[in-house]
């Protein structure tokens, strides 16, 4: 099981993928670091796919909630490339996709990170991050999207990891928001005035 505590009241079947929901500033990519920082402190790797920050920042937050230092914290960078710096190299803890509609290039970079941390390091428990899907639904449409994520979801699934994935609701009609729920096996909704809360699929 993926114990959420203490930031959400709930442990999750290892192959969970959740979508984290909510208006702007209300908290779900400080959520979902913290979740997946809570993961490093107990020996979990953790994967930021991000579409919004350049890796050095998420690691810059990373750092604050978790000494990473030797742990398999890794991120996939789908900004910096698209901003026009191209002298970026992968490394172990930093591959970069061409931009966020490069959605093959993402799947792939996430599936080599999970082998390396499976085949090198003997790790069997992945918390991934993807922040944010309204990016991805900037730039291309929503059955794109879907695909991508059916695939990317399976994949987290085959590999018994926990999939944390940022929406921002208030961007989206309520057709495109069904749409992708399809997809997750539990929501969480951030509030402006409360606490996240967590509502699981009944299996």
Excluded: W
Aim: net charge negative.
């Amino acid at each position: 099981m993926y114990d959420l505590r203490p930031r959400l009241d709930a442990e999750v079947e290892p192959g969970t993928n959740l979508l984290l929901t909510g208006p702007p500033l209300t908290g779900k990519r400080s959520l979902a670091l913290d979740l997946l920082a809570e993961g490093t402190e107990g020996g979990d790797a953790a994967i930021v796919v991000t579409t919004k920050d350049s890796a050095d920042r998420i690691l810059k937050d990373y750092a604050k909630r978790v000494s990473y230092e030797g742990k398999p914290v890794a991120v996939v960078d789908c900004v910096t490339r698209q901003q026009g710096v191209s002298d970026v190299r992968d490394d172990d803890r930093i591959k970069y996709a061409s931009s966020p509609v490069d959605m093959t290039g993402i799947g792939i970079k996430l599936s080599e990170f999970l082998e390396a941390f499976y085949r090198n390091q003997g790790i069997e428990r992945n918390r991934i991050m993807v922040h944010s899907l309204s990016t991805l639904l900037m730039y291309a449409d929503l059955q794109t999207v879907f695909r991508f994520l059916h695939v990317f979801t399976g994949r987290i699934q085959s590999v018994d990891g926990l999939g944390l994935f940022c929406i921002d609701s208030t961007a989206h009609d309520d057709q495109t928001m069904n749409t992708l729920k399809q997809l997750f096996d539990g929501i969480v909704e951030t509030q402006e005035d409360g606490e996240p809360t967590i509502r699981l699929a009944q299996s």
